[in-house]
């Protein structure tokens, strides 16, 4: 909300300066983003008498201008159309001056002719839109040659640019910031009564005799002239839906001309945002912003009927907005209809067909209350946020109907110099009722945590326009004023009290925490652990987001049984993810074609799936991904493979858990290396899987290389480790252990691992382990088979071994490898 | 069988090693000339090991007496052969501690670790003081019931409140209503999922991911938020500001000046926002010349951190709670936000990339 600081001194004149004013209700709620000044960049312009006027001798549609600044005269040539007579007054830049756009004047000649200043618009000022003519010095103005332009057309303003929380319509007008001001600095600001229009008509026949009507007067100062009640169309007003419009008003105005506005409107518009149209607009719009209630006006002679009728549209119903915009309507949406079909769209948008237009000449002010859902789901639905809907939907003041018209109908009148009816009719089809609130002071230095004066309290809350109702010991009662709808039960006026007083007497206490029963999730430090982990093993965390395109899923050949995104910023992000794979390889095919030669990733992130429950599962999963060349000691790098990954997985697992895994053949998703991959088991419990990227996938993903992956699902992870329970301390060994080696020819279809396992079993229960510690193929060796080394150690725990036993365990297990795996033992 | 000459030979044999081996086996200048030299002596072909095989064709009369010269001679060579080791080692360790350095400027040979992503370290900051007050950590899903995102949290229905919150939801269920499903845009849920599952006193922070509808370039349409909050009897706002206060100092620095004033979320009433002291320009330490320079709080020495306020009644009524009974406070929190404040990171954009010269920094 752009809130002119020179408005708020008029309707609330206090001491305090803008930047104090901007702190304290920045502290109170009303947050203050930005203060621009205006008037202060016209430094040097200065209002010029025309002198002489002449017509360029080589350009045609250029003038040879002579003007007075004060002290001299100065040549200019100007190329606007609108130079006025000499003796007429501009705005003029000498040479020097610097323009509020940055540009400085200089002399130079413009065909053939020097020119030394420059005669300015308003848009070139920046203290309006027009840039077709120069601007004229209104006859009104009294301002001499050599005038600073700000002092000679009272330029001088701040802008505020306040950041209003939807809670607060009360302070979508300058009425309602000032109120607010006044009550910050103790200061009574209600609204003033409006200036009053110079001609008044008793509205007698334009109204219906059933009309409900309102006496505009009170809201009146100053003198009026009374005139003949002209010639109009006799209006009704009927609301056909009560709890959407509980209340609407209509004034009336005759006689007016249509036409520009003066310019302190339009530089009150032009600084506030919004765009001059004429003078009724204008004015309809400067209302909007003064008490922060929409209005409307419509062209009496083009209400057809001559009845205005509020109602809910008929499904399919059109009409064409202002913007030109043929709009199709539901039965959800509220209407402004004449007697044959809709005019407006209720607090959203009048239609372009009773619109204000130049032969406009006499008007129908429309103020009304609108039910804000009513208007929020309308605006919504059409797609048209407009300043009206903006206030409507947050809730205007239903009980300033009255005021507002009056206001209106004034400022149209004086601008339009017409006459406004004596009356508005005041149709009230749900009568406004004040909440009343109960409050207890000792509530509220409870929620606080400080103690506050039942007097404080109760006349912060009576300055902020609560009237008391009642009051006793511990409670009073009160009545919250109609333009705060956000105010309904007691918590709201505690709220009121403290941020008031401000929130800075409010003193800080630290609270002693009662332990809770549950505490944190086990698994939630579960995971923490598992990111150390990674990260201890080398790798660096990834943040991807958890949508993408199905597209992607499918080329990484991951699950594509999606929850789907029913309005996605983009094709590309428009279903959450089924595995962390795609993310994760698409930051190492970045990487990798950033040029970086060792990629080690992981995410740890959630993955989402379909269900038959309301709500999607959520599993979490620990992804990793190597690419590239594991880096060694000076030039000792070399690509990463299948055990990169392996014994990553291991140092991971093994520092969670304590426990090593197992890695067996298995299957492995399909976007996984058939015969490069591995199940990852804890305990006899799968957990993940590791090993390479099926080569047509990388290629699919654009990665160069052979690319390790991996998955731990942390869920299964965290069972294990459920079951495994906290490792247990052992008395190390008494009795010395006894090695021996055993060295085999074996053919490449035998796992190392499964004759690991063979052999420890085949020991009797007397090997402790069975390590293999060579590997070798090639020369000598035959096709199909390698030869393998393992060192089998011996204990027992009760015992010293005796050669003996050795030697016929050892024998037992030489003969399981030559007998199960055919081996030929070296 | 003694042989008169074997005792001939046998002391020639001595005199001759006696001679000999000190000079020998001093000339050596590294171990393995030593070993082989003093291998010519005492090794398996040794020329005392010979002598000492001579032993049995000595006469039984002289054997005892030449045994032990030579014995004695054995042990002399040894003495002698360790003397002169302990030399070689000496001159190749003083060598070594007097000689070039070690070129250090070489790389390690010990696999590096990775790194945290700043979100990661951040939130693990951020919950190491909060769980130092007592706060335990709870977690929800990303994907929600429109009921526990807004209803629940007092959000009236087509409210503006909602502008702010401008939503994803989910295909194929509900378009509208309580039911309907959705991602998750404030971490607040939790609010609603943990008083609805426990009784007080309750103290929970909960980091998590949320999702809006906004891309460009301050806003990321996934980004990760932190909740807070206290439900327990009598607590007051005045905690509220104790707790937070002393949060922030201790996360970004003990002097910074923390500054609270009002503003609306609809689940909390008092409702707030916390501006702190600028941690860029050090505006606490009053250099109004690096303030006025200062491009993060654009001159003003104050920035906005987190939003907070007591939990509104009605949120305590739509989990059951008596809020007459109990009182609490909350408080939420972008963990980009303050990550990007804390570790100077100019672009939210960079929390997203994932690219390794990013993630290498922290």
Redesign the interface.
Known sequence: MLTSFRWLQELCPIEADVREVAHRI????L?VEAIEEKGANLSGLVVAEVRTRAPHPKRDKLTLVTVFDGEAEHEVVCGAPNVPEPGGRILFARPGTILPNGLRIEPRKIGGVESSGMICSEAELEVGADAEGIFIVDAENEALPGDEVADALDLHDFILDIGL????PDCLGHVGIAREVGVLFGKRCEPRRAAGPRRTFAAGASFQADQPTTDLVPSWDGESEPVDAPALPSISIEIADGDRCPRYGAALVSGVRVGPSPFWLRYRLHNLGLRTLSNVVDATNLILLEWGHPIHGFDLNRLRGSKVVVRLARKGETMATLDGIQRTFTADDLLICDGEGPVAVAGVMGGADSEIRDDTKDILIECAYFA??SI??TSRRLGLQTDSS?RF??GVDPEAVPRVLASAASLIAELGEGASATTAIDRVAMAYSPKSISFRPARAA?????PIETEESQRILEALGCRLIEKTDSAFTLEAPSWRPDLG?E??L??EV??VRG??E??????R????E????EV?RFI?AL??A??????????????LSVEELQKARVSTDV???????SED?SA?RTSLMPGLTG?AT??QR?G?TE????EL??T?HPSDD???R?DTTLAIVLAGDRSG??GGDRPFDFYDGRGLVEAILDRVIGQRSDFTPGEVPEFMHPKRSAIVSLAAREVGFVGEIHPDVGDALELHGRVVYAEIDVAALHVVTEELGTPQGHALPKFPAVTRDIAMLVREEFTAGEIATALSEASGGLAESVHLFDLYRGDQIPEGQRSLAFRVTYRDPESTLTDKRVDKAHAKVAEVARDRFQATIR | MAEPDAVQTFEDGLTKIRGAYEQALRDATDEPELRLVNGRYVGPQGELTKLLKLMPKLPGDRRRELGQRANALKQEIQTTFDVVLDGIHRRARDAELTGPSLDVTLPGRWPMPGRLHPITRIRNEVLEILVSLGFDVADGPEIELYENCFDKLGFPPDHPATDEHDTFFIEGGKPSGPHSVLLRTQTSTIQVREMSRREPPLAIVSPGAVYRRDDDATHSPMFFQLEGFLVDTDVTFAELKGVLTLFLRRLFDEHVAVRFRASYFPFVEPGGEVDMSCVFCRAWEGDKERTTACRVCKGNGWMEILGCGMIHPVVFENVGYDPEKYTGFAFGMGLDRIAMLKYGIPNIKLLYDNDVRFLSQF
């Not at chain 1, 920045?26 to 709620?29: E, I, L, N, R, V």
């Not at chain 1, 409870?446 to 400080?450: I, N, P």
């Not at chain 1, 549950?518 to 999730?521: A, E, I, K, L, N």
């Not at chain 1, 929850?563 to 910023?569: E, I």
């Open positions: 920045t502290q109170a709620g947050e929380t939807p809670n607060r804000p859902r929020r789901r903006h939907e947050r409870g929620l606080l945590g400080t039960r918590v709201d505690i709220e403290a941020r929130y800075d409010i003193p800080t206490a630290v609270p925490v009662r332990p809770s549950s505490g944190t999730p939630l923490s990111r150390t990674a990260v201890t093993a080398g790798l660096y965390e990834a943040v991807n987001y958890a949508f929850v789907a995104l029913a309005n996605p910023l992000r959450m930051a970045r990487a950033h970086a990629v080690r990733l992981f992130a959630r989402f309301i709500l999607p959520e000691w000076i």
